[in-house]
């Protein structure tokens, strides 16, 4: 990382400094309509620190030109750079190695070349896959693709009213025709946080793999995928304060390996000839053209921005402010939470009276508070809690009890207006 601007102790949560942190994240001290930036939609997009920004400015100025191509210095460093932020993922992941680490764009991106790539060598018609209600779009839509090209069944092991996963229900689903379980770490909807050691368990007993959506995990949990022992593990960089344009596909290197290229073209190839054409071993087989360079050095530079704050750390602090909103929020009359899971992430979906959801959205953002208001492409969760949308906050690294009080403030304002 090339401008530490802040010294963080990775100890203590009681030594967790917001205001030392806040002050890295340029967007956070932005005026809003005339009001302090209180930004509670990280869970669509994070905020990037200057960490991020100044080490990407770096790259494209002095250390950039196209990786594995030239023998000249800036494409020997570029390269270097490149294969660095590969060992950076591995080591945050704890990868067995830097090999299992394939950069895709996003965790979207990252999905559907399983689907794709697993989908079409490993599965057939017949076969079942099991999927939970919660699932994000990018986790359900690729395997109806794949359903519909090649007859597989798509299972969905439910939810409870208060949004917790119902593990006996899921393993009912298990059976000698479920080859895959993609399921995600924490819900982008309800905050729930799955107990995916377990799922792996019970999946790996029927000899189903197994590809865990961290899109959310990642950055509230974090993951060990040796100590997992799922298959598959994706996430996406915007999320964890790194570029958009860059994700993460994790993969245990034997499966990766026997899994056919998804998209061909430059790089992923040993041997191209009009008749025949033999291909890399992972990751190079699955990075087809020009890959996210500078993305990958600013998701290297947010890992170790996070890493130096300490994952452990940030989860505690996302929790007591989880706890001071739930105390908050249940002071307004009329303001349901929907997700009250035993085990969730710092993700508040609430809804206020009959008020839409846009409604709130739109008048509270004139008072500088931003949430996500929708159906955070997770629409059959939502058929689930009969709702068409709801508001969501959702905290970051950076997020304090200032945030919460300005959206309780608004949220009365919103209740005033509609009498
Ligand atoms: C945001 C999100 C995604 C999609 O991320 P992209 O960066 O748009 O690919 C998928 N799953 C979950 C749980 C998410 O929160």
């Not at 865990?212 to 949990?221: L, P, S």
């Not at 190839?269 to 087989?285: G, H, L, M, Q, S």
Request: glycine residues 8%; aromatic residues 8%; negative net charge.
């Amino acid at each position: 990382m090339t401008a530490a601007t802040t010294v963080l102790k990775p100890d203590t949560s009681s030594s967790y400094d917001v205001a030392a942190i806040r002050a890295d994240f340029p967007a956070l001290s932005l005026e809003i309509n005339g009001y302090p930036h209180a930004f509670l939609d990280s869970g669509a997009s994070a905020q990037k620190p200057n960490q991020v920004l100044e080490r990407m400015d770096q790259a494209y100025r002095s250390e950039y030109a196209n990786v594995h191509r030239g023998a000249y210095t800036l494409s020997q460093l570029a390269t270097d750079n490149y294969e660095n932020a590969r060992s950076t993922v591995a080591k945050f992941m704890n990868a067995k190695t830097p090999d299992e680490i394939i950069f895709t764009r996003n965790v979207t991106a990252a999905i559907n070349l399983v689907a794709h790539s697993y989908g079409r060598e490993f599965l057939s018609a017949g076969d079942e896959i099991i999927i939970s209600h919660m699932e994000h779009h990018a986790n359900i839509v690729p395997w109806q693709l794949l359903r519909d090209a090649i007859g597989i069944e798509i299972k969905v092991a439910p939810v409870d009213d208060a949004g917790n996963f119902l593990m006996d229900e899921f393993e009912k689903l298990l059976n000698p025709k479920t080859k895959l379980v993609a399921i995600t770490q924490v819900s982008n909807v309800l905050g729930t946080i799955v107990p995916i050691k377990e799922v792996v368990r019970l999946a790996h007993d029927q000899d189903a793999h197994v590809l865990i959506d961290g899109a959310q995990g990642i950055v509230h949990e974090g993951v060990d995928v040796q100590d997992l022992d799922a298959d598959f593990y994706a996430f996406t960089g915007h999320k964890l304060y790194g570029p958009t344009g860059i994700g993460v596909l994790w993969g245990k290197l034997d499966l990766l390996n026997k899994m056919p290229p998804y998209q061909g073209g430059g790089d992923m190839i040993e041997n191209v000839t009009f008749e025949k054409t033999t291909y890399r071993d992972a990751p190079a087989r699955f990075e087809a053209g020009t890959p996210p360079i500078v993305e990958a050095v600013g998701l290297a530079a947010a890992i170790d921005y996070v890493s130096i704050i300490g994952l452990t750390n940030i989860a505690a602090h996302e929790q007591s402010l989880l706890a001071y909103a739930n105390d908050k929020l249940a002071t307004i009359e009329g303001l349901t939470i929907i997700g009250q899971a035993d085990n969730k992430a710092g993700i508040i979906s609430f809804m206020l009276g009959d008020i839409h959801s846009h409604d709130i959205g739109t008048i509270i953002d004139a008072r500088g508070v931003a949430v996500r208001a929708g159906h955070h492409c997770a629409q059959p969760l939502m058929d689930r809690y009969g709702v068409a949308a709801t508001a969501r906050a959702s905290f970051g690294l950076y997020s304090n009890k200032s945030d919460i009080d300005q959206l309780v403030d608004a949220l009365n304002y919103v209740k005033e207006i509609f009498g």
